[in-house]
């Protein structure tokens, strides 16, 4: 277990990552709901309200995160396997349905 005393910058680090990638689910929500809309193109919009979900959901994981090391529990924030794994599911969604909106418009 790390000592309070010797913890350097790594939880600010981690909290900032989070919401980075927080902020990509988000802003791409946005991207994917207004594409949607303005195509009415209910696929594109539906990938919208599933990065909104992601988007959310990474938010409130870091929060979560942020909260435990701040009350001392360190060993509660490694992340579990599922995390990563649901994490890299939905980012590779949303990258695989941005890559066929781009290659649809060609």
């Known amino acids: 277990m790390i000592s309070r005393a010797d913890q350097g910058l790594q939880p ?3 909290a900032l990552a989070w919401r980075r990638t927080a902020l990509t689910f988000l ?3 946005v991207l994917f709901l207004r594409a949607g809309l303005l195509s009415r193109d209910t696929w594109i919009a539906s990938m919208g309200v599933v990065a909104l979900l992601a988007g959310a959901l990474t938010v409130i994981y870091g929060l979560r995160r942020e ?5 001392g529990s ?4 490694v992340v579990s396997p599922a995390v990563v794994v649901a994490v890299s599911i939905g980012a590779l969604a949303i990258c695989l349905t941005g ?3 781009v290659m649809r418009s060609l």
Request: hydrophobic share 45%.
């Open 67 to 71: 909260s435990r090391f701040r009350h």
């Open 99 to 101: 890559l066929c909106l």
């Open 74 to 77: 360190v060993d509660a924030i």
């Open 27 to 29: 802003v791409n929500a």
């Open 12 to 14: 600010q680090r981690t």
